[in-house]
C-alpha cells in the first residue's frame, strides 16, 4: 500500500509534510463520480509551487465543476526523489495519492525556462514516456500553459498541447472537448487534431520547421487544418472570470504563504525589456468592490496573516488610494498586514505609504533598472532621478531606513559611463537620508543593489538583442564593485552563467529539445537552483548535441528574420517591436497606454484599456 | 481575560507537521474558527498561542496542549466545535478547560510502541535489562552516554516474531528528557555487527503526567 510505503521513507526526508497532503481546503472526490482527473504539475518543490497564483486559480476552476477533479502534483526534492525511486513509488497526485500515469490529462505549468529539465523529470518519475510521440492512448495527454508557452519550442517534442494566453475560459472549453472525445473514443491523434480547433490551442507535432543553411528557421508550415497561426486568449473582463473564493493553506513553509488577490491584468507601461508586459496586453483591472469581496472571503476562508495586492504594477491601479482605504479598515480590525509588492517609483506618495503602515518596515524596493536617464529611456522605463530620490525622501520621512534598488547589466547601448551613474545615485540616495532630520532612532541607512543579467525575450522590442557575453558582464560586476565602496551599501548579482543558460533556452528552437533531453538523462535537474545547476554539465550536452549556445543567446537578429515563435500570436505586432526597437536606440521614449495609445496591435482584441475612453 | 487550554491530538499524517508548522496551523484555525483571541502587545503584535511539550516529527499523540487566552467568555463546548469545525487531516480537538498545572510541572510522558523487527526477541532483551544505555547530545558537553533505566517504568512488553509492543513512561520535564527513539538508537547501533535491524517504527505519546504522578492538565 502506498501510505505504509511512504511512512517509510518519509521520516527520512526534509520537509514531509509537502508529501502528505491533506491540508485545510484541499479538494477530495469520490473518483468513481469523476469523469476527468486532471493532475496540475508544478515544475519545482511543494515550498515554491504553492505561492503560484495560477495553480490556485485552474485548480478551484477545473475542481467547480462536479465531475473533473483537480490534484496538485510537485516535483519531489532529491532525498525524497532517491527514495521513491528505491522504493518504486511513482508520482502521485497529492489528494488523492493515486499515480497521475492513470490521470486523463497532465498539464504543466512553464514559469521559467530553468524548470524544463524538471518536467522531463517528472514525466519520467510518474512512468509516463518522455518523448510526446512515444504515448499511446493509455497515457494522459500531456499539456502545458504559462508564461514560456510563448517560446515553448525548445520543448516540443515533450508536450502534447500548448496554451496560449489566460487560462480561466479556454481550459473549460478544452476540458469539455476532452469529455466528448473520451465518451466518442477519439484515439489521440484525433483529440490533437481537433484540439486546436479551439483558440489559443497550440499542437505541435503538427508543425513542420525547416532550417537555412545559417541555421535560422527557414519556414513553420503548418500540417493538414492546422492554423497558420495560433492567437493567444485573454479574458475581456475580470470582474467575470473564475477566481477562487478559498485557498489551500499549507502546513509546510512556503514562500510568498498569504492570500493574493489580482488587482489587474497587464501593464501599462510598456518598458521594452519586460516580457510580461507585452505578453499579458491588454491592461485589464478588477473593480474595486469584487476586490475588497475577494480579500475578505480568501481571509474568512484561510485564516491568513497577510494578504497581497498582486500585479505587474499594482500602484497603476486607477482607484489604488480608494482601494486601499477600504481594505486597511478591514485588515487592520482582523489584525491582517496588507502587502503591495511592486510599487513604482513615480505612484509612490505619502498617500499611499500612510495607508500601507501596518506593512512591517522591512524595507522599500524601487526598480530604476538602468543607472542613467539616458539608459532608462532607452529601455522606456519612465522614471527620472527627481523622481526616486523624491520617493526616497518620502519612504525616510515615514520611516523607512532600508532601501532595494534593482538594475539590470548588459542593457543594449549600455556604457561603462551609464554604470557609473549607479554608484552617482547611490550616493545622492545616501547624502539624501543623512540630510534629513533623524527620526529619533539610530539607524543608519541600508542601501542595498540588485545586479541581474539582462536576458533578451521573445515578443518584447529586444527579442533582436544579443545578450552580452559573460566575460563582459563579468567586467562590469568588477567596475561596479570598484566604483561602490561605501560600506552602507551591499552589492549583489544574480550568477552570470545561469542567466546565459535562460537567455539560450528563452529564444532557442526546436533543435533545443535533444539537449535539454541530454541534459536531463546526464542528471540535471532543479535547474533553477544555485546548489544544483551544473553549467559544465550543460556545456557538454550543447557540445555534443552540436549546438552553439551563443546562437541562441548572444546574437543579433535582423528585423526580418523568422523566429521560432513567428506562428505563436500575442496580438503585438512584429512592426511595433520593430518600431519601439528603432526607438529605443535613438533613445525616445514612448508614451504609456493610458496617456495615449501607441497602436501596439492590442487593441483588435478589444478588451481592457485599448476600448476605455483616455 | 481568560486562559484556556486546548488538548488535541495528532495522529496519521499530521505527524509529519513540525512543530513551527504546527503553531501557524493552530493559530489560522483559530483565525478562520473567529475565537476572539488575544493579540501580544508591542513592536510585533502576534496571536498569543503557547505550545507545551514539543513532540518529535513522525511521533503520533493523544495529549497536544495549546494554552491561549480569550477576550470573552465562551462556554468550552464551543470554543471545542468552532475549532473542531476548522481542522482536519488528523488534528482533532479533544478538551477545552481552564489550565491546571504550570507547563513547568510536566515530569514524565507516556508512550505505546510498536516496533517491526527481524529479531524481537533481543530487543525485548534488551529493553528489559537491567541497564539501558543510550548516547545523549548535550549542546556544550557534546554526545554523552547515560543508563536510563533508573528513570523509566515499563507498563507492559508483549511480542511476537515481527512486532515488538511497549507501553513505556519516560522522564519528560525541564529537567530530565528522553526521547523514545533514543533507545531503538541504542539497539540497533549495539547491535549493528548482528545484522539485527528495525523495519518501521510508530510511536504514540498517549499521556503527560506531573511531578505528583497526576494526569496533566
Known amino acids: 500500500m502506498l501510505q505504509e510505503k511512504l511512512d517509510k521513507i518519509l521520516l527520512k526526508v526534509n520537509k514531509p509534510s509537502r508529501y502528505t497532503g491533506g491540508e485545510v481546503n484541499a479538494v477530495i472526490k469520490d473518483k468513481s463520480k469523476v469523469d476527468v482527473r486532471y493532475a496540475f504539475c508544478f515544475p519545482d518543490t511543494y515550498d515554491i509551487g504553492m505561492s503560484h497564483l495560477g495553480l490556485k486559480i485552474l485548480y478551484s476552476l477545473i475542481n467547480s465543476k462536479e465531475n473533473y477533479w483537480c490534484e496538485r502534483v510537485f516535483a519531489p526534492w532529491i532525498d525524497m526523489e532517491e527514495l521513491m525511486r528505491k522504493h518504486s513509488i511513482p508520482l502521485y497526485g497529492l489528494e488523492s495519492f493515486d499515480p497521475i500515469i492513470d490521470f486523463d490529462v497532465i498539464g504543466f505549468t512553464l514559469q521559467y525556462e530553468l524548470s524544463y529539465t524538471n518536467i522531463l523529470n517528472m514525466l519520467d518519475l510518474a512512468g509516463i514516456p518522455v518523448y510526446a510521440s512515444e504515448r499511446d492512448d493509455s497515457h494522459p495527454i500531456v499539456m502545458a500553459g504559462g508564461p514560456c508557452a510563448c517560446n515553448p519550442e525548445p520543448i516540443t517534442d515533450f508536450i502534447d498541447l500548448i496554451v496560449l494566453g489566460d487560462g480561466e475560459e479556454v481550459t473549460l472549453e478544452w476540458l469539455a472537448l476532452y469529455e466528448q472525445s473520451k465518451r466518442e473514443g477519439w484515439s489521440r491523434k484525433e483529440l490533437i487534431k481537433r484540439s486546436v480547433e479551439i483558440e489559443g490551442i497550440y499542437a505541435p507535432s503538427l508543425y513542420d520547421i525547416s532550417y537555412n543553411a545559417d541555421d535560422t528557421v527557414k519556414a513553420i508550415t503548418p500540417q493538414g487544418d492546422a492554423p497558420k497561426s495560433v492567437k493567444k486568449r485573454i479574458v475581456k473582463d475580470l470582474d467575470k472570470a473564475f477566481y477562487p473564493e478559498k485557498f489551500i493553506v499549507p502546513y509546510a513553509q512556503t514562500v510568498f504563504d498569504r492570500a493574493t488577490v489580482e488587482v489587474l491584468r497587464g501593464c501599462i507601461r510598456g518598458c521594452r525589456f519586460c516580457q510580461a508586459g507585452y505578453l499579458y496586453r491588454p491592461y485589464r483591472e478588477r473593480s ?43 485588515t487592520e480590525e482582523e489584525r491582517i498586514n496588507l502587502s503591495m509588492p511592486s510599487m513604482r517609483i513615480d505612484s509612490f506618495s505619502k498617500e499611499l505609504l500612510d495607508k500601507v503602515k501596518s506593512v512591517r518596515k522591512s524595507g522599500l524596493t524601487f526598480a530604476p533598472e538602468a543607472g542613467s536617464q539616458r539608459l532608462r529611456d532607452v529601455i522606456n522605463k519612465n522614471i527620472t532621478e527627481e523622481e526616486i530620490l523624491s520617493s526616497c525622501k518620502i519612504a525616510f520621512e515615514g520611516g523607512y531606513s532600508s532601501v532595494k534598488l534593482y538594475f539590470m547589466l548588459g542593457l543594449p547601448t549600455e556604457t561603462d559611463e551609464d554604470l557609473a551613474e549607479i554608484e552617482v545615485l547611490s550616493r545622492k540616495i545616501i547624502d539624501l537620508f543623512y540630510s534629513l532630520p533623524r527620526r529619533g532612532n539610530n539607524k543608519g541607512i541600508q542601501l542595498s543593489i540588485s545586479l541581474s543579467t539582462f536576458v533578451p525575450k521573445p515578443f518584447t522590442p529586444f527579442e533582436f538583442e544579443p545578450q552580452d557575453s559573460e566575460e563582459r558582464i563579468a567586467e562590469k560586476q568588477k567596475l561596479l564593485t570598484n566604483l561602490i565602496r561605501s560600506r552602507k551599501i551591499s552589492l549583489s548579482w544574480n550568477d552570470v552563467k545561469t542567466s546565459r543558460l535562460e537567455a539560450t533556452l528563452a529564444r532557442g528552437d526546436r533543435r533545443l529539445n535533444k539537449a535539454i533531453y541530454a541534459a536531463w538523462k546526464s542528471g540535471c535537474v532543479f535547474d533553477s537552483w544555485s546548489e544544483c545547476l551544473d553549467t559544465n554539465k550543460w556545456e557538454k550536452v550543447f557540445k555534443e548535441c552540436e549546438l552553439d549556445p551563443a546562437f541562441y543567446a548572444n546574437r543579433k537578429r535582423e528585423y526580418n528574420e523568422v523566429m521560432p515563435w513567428s506562428h505563436l500570436d500575442y496580438m503585438v505586432s512584429r512592426e511595433f517591436l520593430i518600431s519601439e526597437n528603432i526607438a529605443a536606440y535613438e533613445g525616445k521614449t514612448t508614451l504609456n497606454c493610458r496617456e495615449h495609445c501607441t497602436n501596439c496591435g492590442v487593441a483588435k482584441m478589444q478588451g481592457g484599456i485599448c476600448v476605455e475612453k483616455r | 481575560m481568560k486562559s484556556v487550554r486546548i488538548k488535541f491530538s495528532k495522529l496519521s499524517t499530521a505527524k509529519y507537521i513540525s512543530h513551527l508548522d504546527l503553531s501557524r496551523c493552530m493559530q489560522r484555525a483559530i483565525k478562520r474558527a473567529a475565537l476572539p483571541v488575544w493579540y501580544t502587545e508591542g513592536f510585533n503584535p502576534h496571536m498569543y498561542v503557547n505550545f507545551l511539550s514539543p513532540l518529535s516529527l513522525g511521533t503520533e499523540s493523544l495529549c497536544e496542549f495549546m494554552d491561549i487566552r480569550l477576550l470573552e467568555d465562551i462556554e468550552p463546548e464551543e470554543i471545542i466545535s468552532r475549532l473542531s469545525s476548522q481542522l482536519q487531516g488528523g488534528l482533532n480537538i479533544i478538551s477545552c478547560a481552564s489550565p491546571m498545572y504550570k507547563n513547568t510541572e510536566i515530569e514524565s510522558a507516556q508512550y505505546e510502541i510498536t516496533v517491526k523487527c527481524n529479531d524481537t526477541k533481543e530487543l525485548a532483551k534488551f529493553i528489559s535489562a537491567d541497564k539501558l544505555e543510550v548516547k545523549k547530545q548535550r549542546k556544550k558537553h557534546g554526545e554523552y552516554v547515560i543508563d536510563i533505566k533508573p528513570t523509566i517504568i515499563i507498563d507492559k512488553l508483549n511480542f511476537d516474531e515481527n512486532k515488538l509492543f511497549i507501553d513505556i513512561n519516560l522522564p519528560s520535564g525541564v529537567h530530565e528528557s528522553i526521547n523514545p527513539s533514543l533507545i531503538f538508537e541504542a539497539f540497533e547501533a549495539s547491535y549493528a555487527d548482528k545484522n539485527v535491524t528495525i523495519d518501521s517504527m510508530q510511536i504514540l505519546r498517549t499521556n503527560l503526567f506531573c511531578e505528583n504522578g497526576k494526569e496533566f492538565r
Do not use: A, F, H, W
Open chain 1, 288 to 330: 474595486r468592490g469584487n476586490l475588497v469581496g475577494q480579500v475578505k472571503s480568501l481571509c474568512e476562508n484561510t485564516g491568513y496573516e497577510e494578504v497581497s495586492l498582486s500585479s505587474l504594477s499594482t500602484s497603476d491601479y486607477g482607484e489604488i488610494e480608494q482601494l486601499l482605504s477600504e481594505l486597511v479598515d478591514y
